[in-house]
């Protein structure tokens, strides 16, 4: 299926053409699932539709790259503004698709699908993660699913030294990814626990009896209100204060203090069901809040890349993407977008490392060995 030569018997561009195509509709059904995983939707049922007016986009509209041009970027129905998102995601995954051909399909047109697989994958775990800040189970826990199984089909995506050639046979191929699993995994998970370690919380200083406001669905400082959602990550995530007041509506406590977590409300000696207290008032001049190195699906998507790239490749994805995330966060800090506390997403670090490993990164890496 996969030899050469027969894929040689049609002119080389026009396999290249095809993947094109072909990735351009990959990309139609990655913005589904960047727009319906994240909100816990099916990206099957229902069809695809507009997301301001509901309207069933029949398929004459729904030609990917040419219907968004066509209609200049606005939905048929209601006339309201289609994000240029849906456009940018075909086009980059269409281009990705036939640049892995280019780069891998005159050797091995299998190496070449399966690199497509793992890129669309990428794609969606980046843009989910930019606006939610979360990486799905079906893209990482399915990821390393996927990995293993085609590891079995397809062995040569792995490498297990740089300096060697990929494997060739099914058992060593199934070997590559579930130990490329297991320490990309382990890795991210120990950077994970360290971090909270040493970096897991941080003190706010505020003016001198500040008035610090706990509502149902976020917390409201002085100067900037705080979406819970960006705050506890775990259940054991706390934020706390010393205050010098704190006023329910039916009771007030002095010189106390106020522990609050995900499901659990302490003031002083007196405990609380969070959805119980649907407003709280505390004075005080500082506030330790909880902070997040890595998350747990940081770590599912990089043994997700280790199931389809092997280990070599985690360890130069961790390092390359920090070193991306470092020039990126202080860049944004720098110009002021960004704040030293502010959360940012790690894992489209990672996902512009692993394809920077498979287009040449490994080649460097046995340059320097």
């Known amino acids: 299926m996969f030899d050469p030569k027969i894929w ?33 939707e099916s990206v099957v049922h229902p069809a695809s539709h507009c997301p301001h007016c509901g309207y069933s986009i029949p398929w004459h509209l729904n030609i990917p790259l040419v219907t968004w041009l066509w209609l200049r970027a606005r939905c048929a129905h209601c006339g309201r503004p289609i994000s240029i998102r849906y456009f940018l995601v075909e086009l980059l995954t269409g281009t990705v698709f036939a640049l892995c051909w280019l780069r891998f399909g005159p050797a091995w047109a299998g190496q070449a699908m399966v690199y497509c697989l793992f890129i669309a994958g990428l794609i969606a775990a980046t843009f989910i993660d930019f606006e939610h800040f979360i990486i799905p189970d079906e893209i990482t826990v399915g990821g390393m ?24 046979h099914p058992g060593p191929g199934m070997r590559e990814s579930a130990l490329g699993m297991v320490i990309g995994a382990a890795l991210v998970y120990g ?28 917390l409201q400082l002085p100067a900037q ?27 007030c ?15 002083g000696q007196d405990t609380f069901e969070p959805r119980d ?8 001049g500082q506030i330790v809040l909880p902070r997040e190195a890595m998350g747990l699906g940081d770590v599912k998507f990089m043994a997700a890349i280790g199931a389809f790239l092997g280990w070599p490749a985690v360890v130069f994805s961790l390092a390359f993407s920090s070193v991306i995330g470092s ?10 977008k960004r704040d030293w506390s502010s959360r940012l997403p ?21 340059g320097i060995l």
């Not at 018997?9 to 319906?36: A, D, E, K, M």
């Not at 977590?261 to 003031?267: H, M």
């Open 8 to 40: 040689g018997q049609v002119p080389f561009h026009f396999w290249t053409l095809c993947f094109f195509v072909f990735g351009s509709v990959v990309g139609s059904f990655l913005n589904v699932c960047i727009y319906r995983l994240p909100r816990g």
């Open 327 to 336: 020039i990126v966060g202080v860049t944004l800090i720098l110009t002021r």
């Open 277 to 284: 207290v649907p407003h709280l008032e505390a004075v005080a």
């Open 346 to 366: 790690y894992g489209p670090y990672i996902a512009l490392a692993a394809v920077i490993w498979i287009f040449g990164g490994w080649v460097w890496v046995r």
């Open 253 to 267: 406590y002095s010189q106390v203090e106020v522990r609050l977590k995900p499901k659990l409300l302490r003031i």
């Open 225 to 251: 209100n705080i979406p819970y959602e960006d705050i506890f990550y775990r259940s054991s995530d706390t934020i706390r204060l010393q205050a010098e007041r704190v006023e329910l509506v039916d009771r």
């Open 191 to 218: 950077i994970l626990r360290a971090g909270k370690l040493l970096f897991g919380r941080y003190k706010l200083q505020l003016e001198p009896r500040s008035r610090i406001v706990f509502t149902e669905s976020s």
């Open 145 to 168: 699913v996927a990995g293993f199984l085609l590891a079995f089909f397809v062995p040569g995506t792995h490498r297990l030294f740089p300096f060697l050639p990929p494997a060739q």
